[in-house]
């Protein structure tokens, strides 16, 4: 009992169990509690009367639910005390009788009911609400730095190695023989596969150690052998990673990229330094994106590709000598929900960009001229090429087929 004592989070700066009577797992336990005059509570409170003063009898009976919660494997914080009810006075001498009993439990909240007794009267009682949340496990084997933040039910592997200024969310979980360094933030919910490299240096040639960040959301997977770089003073300081992406083994992410949300990299896939990808992206297996380059939202970048100039939203580019357009990415608009009319009007723009014999200059102006078409999705194809610093990819792919496939 006495380890299960040094893991009251509510402990500091008094414990206030002095030993355990009674104990049936998950439902009931009786703490002892002596009360002495020696205790620093009792200076000033009250002078001539000392007095156990009645915030203090709820942390008493809290730490005694901590403790039927079993606070090596938990953290346990107070979060409500409902029908609270002093019937007299605790001085120096009595000996409280701690009894809690645990209610109905909704998630991660607990309801107990709890009392202190003096000589089989009840001097106090409340209904105490606590908040249970997983410890992190951390392997023996792994290093941890003490000044590391790892979060609630975060488990950490064997011969992983997290930094001194690293912070990891709740519920993740960290590989084996991984490792997660620098300034880096990871979100809740996020796992990090065995032999994974999170937030070290970048391959910069202008980097000099200053500091720079790597900021990771809610909910990534990073497999086994992906890297991921923190930025560079000239980059701005941050690479960010936003939440839900799945980063498939062996992909690499350079310094300063801004990445959205529920994107999927596939095996090998490279981000150069400084390159935005915007949400709902797939990059296929082998392929690589240029520095400085975007990819819009909801493009789908075929394998082992090679894009140098920005890839449109909503289309699919494939190829390296060069990289074309083979239409709109019409199966993964279709899973998420686009609307025919939306559909309808997306195709109809990109026939103006890549089948027209216009210009680029005189396709943006006809598709903005067009009533017909719009709709926010065809604004933001608009203003994605008019934004564009390294250009567009449009040249169209020799196909036929794109028109039947849609």
């Given at each position: 009992?006495?380890?299960?004592?040094?893991?009251?989070?509510?402990?500091?700066?008094?414990?206030?169990?002095?030993?355990?009577?009674?104990?049936?797992?998950?439902?009931?336990?009786?703490?002892?509690?002596?009360?002495?005059?020696?205790?620093?509570?009792?200076?000033?409170?009250?002078?001539?009367?000392?007095?156990?003063?009645?915030?203090?009898?709820?942390?008493?009976?809290?730490?005694?639910?901590?403790?039927?919660?079993?606070?090596?494997?938990?953290?346990?914080?107070?979060?409500?005390?409902?029908?609270?009810?002093?019937?007299?006075?605790?001085?120096?001498?009595?000996?409280?009788?701690?009894?809690?009993?645990?209610?109905?439990?909704?998630?991660?909240?607990?309801?107990?009911?709890?009392?202190?007794?003096?000589?089989?009267?009840?001097?106090?009682?409340?209904?105490?609400?606590?908040?249970?949340?997983?410890?992190?496990?951390?392997?023996?084997?792994?290093?941890?730095?003490?000044?590391?933040?790892?979060?609630?039910?975060?488990?950490?592997?064997?011969?992983?190695?997290?930094?001194?200024?690293?912070?990891?969310?709740?519920?993740?979980?960290?590989?084996?023989?991984?490792?997660?360094?620098?300034?880096?933030?990871?979100?809740?919910?996020?796992?990090?596969?065995?032999?994974?490299?999170?937030?070290?240096?970048?391959?910069?040639?202008?980097?000099?150690?200053?500091?720079?960040?790597?900021?990771?959301?809610?909910?990534?997977?990073?497999?086994?052998?992906?890297?991921?770089?923190?930025?560079?003073?000239?980059?701005?300081?941050?690479?960010?990673?936003?939440?839900?992406?799945?980063?498939?083994?062996?992909?690499?992410?350079?310094?300063?990229?801004?990445?959205?949300?529920?994107?999927?990299?596939?095996?090998?896939?490279?981000?150069?330094?400084?390159v935005t990808i915007a949400d709902f992206v797939n990059v296929s297996a082998g392929s690589a994106?240029?520095?400085?380059?975007?990819?819009?939202?909801?493009?789908?970048?075929?394998?082992?590709?090679?894009?140098?100039?920005?890839?449109?939203?909503?289309?699919?580019?494939?190829?390296?000598?060069?990289?074309?357009?083979?239409?709109?990415?019409?199966?993964?608009?279709?899973?998420?929900?686009?609307?025919?009319?939306?559909?309808?009007?997306?195709?109809?723009?990109?026939?103006?960009?890549?089948?027209?014999?216009?210009?680029?200059?005189?396709?943006?102006?006809?598709?903005?001229?067009?009533?017909?078409?719009?709709?926010?999705?065809?604004?933001?194809?608009?203003?994605?090429?008019?934004?564009?610093?390294?250009?567009?990819?449009?040249?169209?792919?020799?196909?036929?087929?794109?028109?039947?496939?849609?």
């Amino acid at each position: 009992m006495s380890s299960a004592l040094d893991h009251l989070s509510h402990r500091f700066p008094a414990l206030l169990v002095d030993s355990v009577a009674e104990h049936e797992p998950g439902k009931r336990l009786v703490a002892l509690k002596n009360v002495t005059v020696n205790e620093e509570f009792f200076q000033g409170h009250f002078p001539h009367k000392p007095l156990m003063p009645a915030v203090l009898m709820i942390e008493a009976l809290t730490q005694a639910a901590t403790l039927l919660l079993n606070p090596a494997a938990a953290t346990v914080r107070l979060r409500g005390v409902n029908n609270a009810k002093f019937r007299k006075h605790v001085i120096p001498g009595d000996q409280l009788r701690l009894v809690v009993s645990l209610g109905p439990r909704r998630g991660p909240l607990v309801r107990a009911a709890a009392h202190a007794e003096v000589e089989g009267q009840t001097v106090m009682e409340a209904e105490l609400l606590l908040a249970v949340a997983p410890r992190a496990q951390i392997d023996p084997e792994a290093r941890v730095h003490p000044g590391a933040v790892v979060g609630e039910g975060t488990s950490v592997g064997a011969f992983a190695v997290v930094g001194q200024h690293v912070r990891i969310g709740r519920n993740c979980r960290i590989g084996a023989s991984s490792i997660i360094d620098g300034h880096t933030s990871i979100g809740d919910g996020t796992e990090v596969f065995p032999y994974a490299s999170v937030g070290l240096a970048p391959q910069d040639l202008k980097y000099k150690g200053e500091e720079t960040r790597l900021e990771v959301g809610a909910r990534n997977v990073f497999r086994e052998f992906v890297t991921i770089h923190r930025g560079t003073a000239g980059g701005g300081g941050v690479t960010r990673i936003g939440d839900g992406n799945l980063f498939m083994n062996y992909v690499h992410v350079a310094h300063d990229c801004h990445v959205g949300n529920q994107t999927i990299f596939g095996p090998h896939a490279t981000l150069g330094g400084h390159v935005t990808i915007a949400d709902f992206v797939n990059v296929s297996a082998g392929s690589a994106v240029h520095q400085f380059c975007r990819v819009g939202a909801h493009a789908f970048i075929g394998g082992y590709s090679v894009i140098t100039k920005d890839a449109l939203p909503y289309g699919r580019t494939v190829g390296s000598r060069p990289a074309r357009v083979f239409g709109l990415n019409l199966i993964g608009l279709k899973r998420r929900g686009f609307a025919d009319d939306t559909l309808k009007k997306l195709r109809a723009a990109y026939r103006y960009l890549t089948q027209s014999k216009l210009n680029t200059t005189r396709a943006l102006e006809r598709i903005e001229s067009d009533a017909a078409l719009k709709c926010p999705e065809v604004d933001n194809l608009v203003r994605f090429i008019r934004t564009a610093e390294r250009g567009v990819i449009l040249r169209r792919s020799g196909k036929k087929t794109d028109d039947s496939e849609e």
